[in-house]
């Protein structure tokens, strides 16, 4: 009886598949689950097993990243929450599986390979214009709206990576087709727009450190000529720019200006200002603490809003508060004529909880800056972190040292990371409110809390010694996902969801094994 591999050619059906996982990446958990049990399933069917298994023993670089999978399930030997970590033994499969199937199968050709890419390339295209659409046509409140499908940080990401890509086919896969490097490189500064649209501090930072390692890097293989002088000039002009850039920011929004300095006491209407700038900080460049007449600015805005000035915002803030930083960041006194000159657009985004017209504005990395700004003086001041992403993650981060200190070895376990982090934030009385009493939101923290000095050095060996194995560690492809995923693990813990997961495990898995080395590496 023929085997069934002399029926069917699994070439064509594996790269359907894996054309699906890619679509899938920036928008459906359901479509990466149906996408990744196909080729397992066409893994499987395939058989030849005996072939497979000598592959796999051969791979010390896929017997390494099995290795890291491993270390999950020995994490169950000293947990006593089994529910969560069956879970997490569930989300993390990717990491076991897809290093099994692309270690053991037949290469993709080039061809093939750059397919894939393209494809992933125009899903995550679909997906930001798509989040344009959102932003052009709802109410937004907070960037994290623009990403209906996955999480922002887990866009941001696909959006680095296939950034990343799109410049390649751009400056060297189409180098002598001046349409297809228009269009690749109009998608990458598409990308780059879009994440300034979103406010991805995280994403810019992962593109500049990309970009300078790159150009550096360039730099060795450049003759002497203009080129390499515009590299040398970019390299030199880069840090300049941005430090400059940032001690403007800083100096515009917290040096008060000096019309703030002689006060008035009464508004045009005779009525008395209340005046304190102990409570109520600088922001954009003036005191919000001055020129407030509370009954004029009471009853203005409740002639205009159905919702009550002493009440709250629909992010549950209190809405006077968002209502004078709002008036502040407009330059308006905080009184009935103040209340005039606001635009019916500006009493929305109010109402929305939207405290700074700065953050209405579109591609403007000031916005995302400014809120910086205005957590650090939370932080300053003494109060709540809570609800602030940056700077809450200060207190994760203190959470999980914590932690560590009394599991440094072995760490908690597989189940019991969520369980030692309640336990933590109640023993240390923590200031955050039980709803912002996340995990660690650090990659490499999780894996330290979770299984100790000896699985973080797993972590990085798994990390960083596969891709030296292979000798992918330093072909275009490989080093920019590397250089993504690693900066991204620092503030967040990419590796303890499904997407996060599935993408890391996908593009480590199938740019180390999974295509023959060509010219384009």
Same mark, same amino acid.
């Given at each position: 009886?023929?085997?069934?591999?002399?029926?069917?050619?699994?070439?064509? *059906? /594996?790269?359907?598949?894996?054309?699906?996982?890619?679509?899938?990446? *920036?928008?459906?958990?359901?479509?990466?689950?149906?996408?990744?049990?196909?080729?397992?399933?066409?893994?499987?069917?395939?058989?030849?097993?005996?072939?497979?298994?000598?592959?796999?023993?051969?791979? !010390?670089?896929?017997?390494?990243?099995?290795?890291?999978?491993?270390?999950?399930?020995?994490?169950?030997?000293?947990?006593?929450?089994?529910?969560?970590?069956?879970?997490?033994?569930?989300?993390?499969?990717?990491?076991?599986?897809?290093?099994?199937?692309?270690?053991?199968?037949?290469?993709? +050709?080039?061809?093939?390979?750059?397919?894939?890419?393209?494809?992933?390339?125009?899903?995550?295209?679909?997906?930001?214009?798509?989040?344009?659409?959102?932003?052009?046509?709802?109410?937004?409140?907070?960037?994290?709206?623009?990403?209906?499908?996955?999480?922002?940080?887990?866009?941001?990401?696909?959006?680095?990576?296939?950034?990343?890509?799109?410049?390649?086919?751009?400056?060297? !896969?189409?180098?002598?087709?001046?349409?297809?490097?228009?269009?690749?490189?109009?998608? #990458?500064?598409?990308? @780059?727009?879009?994440?300034?649209?979103?406010?991805?501090?995280?994403?810019?930072?992962?593109?500049?450190?990309?970009?300078?390692?790159?150009?550096?890097?360039?730099?060795?293989? @450049?003759?002497?000529? @203009?080129?390499?002088?515009?590299?040398?000039?970019?390299?030199?002009?880069?840090?300049?720019? #941005?430090?400059? /850039?940032?001690?403007?920011?800083?100096?515009?929004?917290?040096? *008060?200006? $000096?019309?703030?300095?002689?006060?008035?006491?009464?508004?045009?209407?005779?009525?008395?200002?209340?005046?304190?700038?102990?409570?109520?900080?600088?922001?954009?460049?003036?005191?919000?603490?001055?020129?407030?007449?509370?009954?004029?600015?009471?009853?203005?805005?409740?002639?205009? #809003?159905?919702?009550?000035?002493?009440?709250?915002?629909?992010?549950?803030?209190?809405?006077?508060?968002?209502?004078?930083?709002?008036? $502040?960041?407009?330059?308006?006194?905080?009184?009935?004529?103040?209340?005039?000159?606001?635009?019916? &657009?500006?009493?929305?985004?109010?109402?929305?909880?939207?405290?700074?017209?700065?953050?209405?504005?579109?591609?403007?990395?000031?916005? +995302?800056?400014?809120?910086?700004?205005?957590?650090?003086?939370?932080?300053?001041?003494?109060?709540?972190?809570?609800?602030?992403?940056?700077?809450? &993650?200060?207190?994760?981060? !203190?959470?999980?040292?914590?932690?560590? #200190?009394?599991?440094?070895?072995?760490?908690?376990?597989?189940?019991?990371? !969520?369980?030692?982090?309640?336990?933590?934030?109640?023993?240390?009385?923590?200031?955050?409110? *039980?709803?912002?009493?996340?995990?660690?939101?650090?990659?490499?923290?999780?894996?330290?809390?979770?299984?100790?000095?000896?699985?973080?050095?797993?972590?990085?060996?798994?990390?960083?010694?596969?891709?030296?194995?292979?000798?992918?560690?330093?072909? /275009?492809?490989?080093?920019?996902?590397?250089?993504?995923?690693?900066?991204?693990?620092?503030?967040?813990?990419?590796?303890?969801?499904?997407?996060?997961?599935?993408?890391?495990?996908?593009? $480590?898995?199938?740019?180390?094994?999974?295509?023959?080395?060509?010219?384009?590496?």
């Amino acid at each position: 009886m023929k085997k069934l591999t002399s029926y069917i050619d699994f070439g064509k *059906p /594996y790269l359907f598949f894996t054309l699906a996982l890619v679509a899938s990446l *920036p928008f459906a958990r359901i479509g990466m689950s149906v996408a990744q049990f196909s080729i397992l399933g066409l893994w499987f069917l395939e058989g030849n097993f005996r072939q497979k298994y000598k592959d796999l023993i051969n791979s !010390k670089a896929a017997l390494i990243l099995i290795a890291f999978y491993l270390l999950h399930l020995i994490g169950l030997l000293y947990t006593s929450d089994y529910e969560y970590g069956l879970k997490d033994i569930r989300i993390k499969l990717p990491l076991i599986f897809l290093p099994v199937v692309f270690a053991t199968s037949e290469k993709l +050709r080039n061809q093939n390979f750059s397919l894939i890419l393209k494809v992933y390339i125009a899903s995550v295209l679909v997906a930001t214009l798509y989040s344009l659409y959102l932003r052009l046509t709802t109410d937004v409140s907070d960037f994290r709206q623009l990403s209906p499908f996955i999480s922002h940080i887990r866009l941001s990401l696909n959006v680095c990576l296939a950034l990343f890509f799109s410049m390649y086919f751009g400056a060297i !896969k189409y180098r002598g087709k001046i349409a297809f490097r228009f269009f690749f490189f109009g998608v #990458s500064f598409w990308f @780059l727009m879009f994440l300034v649209m979103i406010e991805s501090i995280t994403g810019i930072f992962i593109l500049i450190a990309g970009g300078y390692i790159l150009i550096i890097y360039s730099l060795f293989k @450049l003759e002497k000529g @203009l080129t390499k002088s515009l590299s040398v000039a970019i390299i030199v002009l880069i840090p300049i720019l #941005s430090v400059w /850039y940032f001690n403007y920011t800083v100096k515009h929004y917290f040096t *008060p200006k $000096n019309s703030d300095i002689v006060l008035e006491n009464f508004t045009a209407h005779g009525n008395a200002y209340r005046s304190d700038t102990i409570p109520l900080q600088v922001e954009n460049g003036s005191w919000i603490g001055l020129y407030i007449c509370e009954p004029e600015l009471r009853k203005a805005w409740n002639g205009r #809003s159905s919702l009550d000035y002493d009440g709250k915002d629909e992010k549950g803030q209190d809405l006077k508060f968002t209502l004078f930083r709002y008036m $502040n960041s407009l330059g308006l006194r905080k009184d009935m004529d103040g209340m005039k000159a606001m635009s019916a &657009r500006d009493i929305r985004n109010v109402e929305m909880g939207i405290a700074n017209v700065v953050y209405t504005k579109n591609f403007s990395l000031n916005s +995302r800056l400014y809120k910086i700004f205005w957590e650090y003086q939370i932080m300053e001041m003494g109060l709540n972190p809570g609800g602030h992403s940056v700077i809450q &993650r200060f207190e994760y981060w !203190k959470t999980a040292v914590r932690i560590i #200190s009394k599991h440094f070895i072995f760490g908690v376990g597989t189940g019991d990371v !969520k369980q030692a982090f309640i336990d933590e934030y109640q023993s240390g009385k923590s200031v955050l409110a *039980p709803q912002y009493q996340h995990r660690s939101h650090n990659q490499y923290l999780a894996i330290f809390t979770g299984f100790g000095l000896v699985g973080f050095i797993l972590f990085i060996i798994s990390l960083v010694y596969p891709a030296l194995l292979v000798k992918r560690f330093f072909t /275009y492809h490989y080093f920019v996902f590397w250089l993504t995923m690693v900066i991204s693990m620092l503030v967040e813990d990419s590796l303890e969801t499904q997407v996060g997961v599935t993408l890391f495990a996908f593009f $480590n898995t199938f740019l180390l094994f999974a295509h023959d080395k060509g010219k384009n590496e």
